[in-house]
């Protein structure tokens, strides 16, 4: 599943875990139990993963080739 929402900044004190013992087992927990409400969430939008390994797979090669013109500019 892909979400609209943009992907956290390493900033994000929301996103990174806490040091200290205790509240990284709440900062966990919370994580899952957010992940878990999304899953479970009707309007959740799954992608199967062959569509993702497609996706991948044309993102690698477009990589590719842009990596393949520029060593052919050297």
Do not use: T
Not at 7 to 20: A, G, Q, T, V
């Amino acid at each position: 599943m892909l979400s609209d929402q943009p992907l956290p900044s390493d900033d994000d004190d929301d996103f990174l875990p806490p040091e200290d013992e205790a509240e990284y087992e709440a900062w966990f927990r919370a994580q899952v139990e957010a992940g878990i409400a999304e899953a479970n969430d009707p309007n959740c939008e799954w992608i199967p993963h062959e569509v993702v390994k497609e996706d991948m797979a044309r993102q690698r090669a477009e990589l590719e080739a842009l990596i393949a013109a520029q060593r052919k500019k050297k």
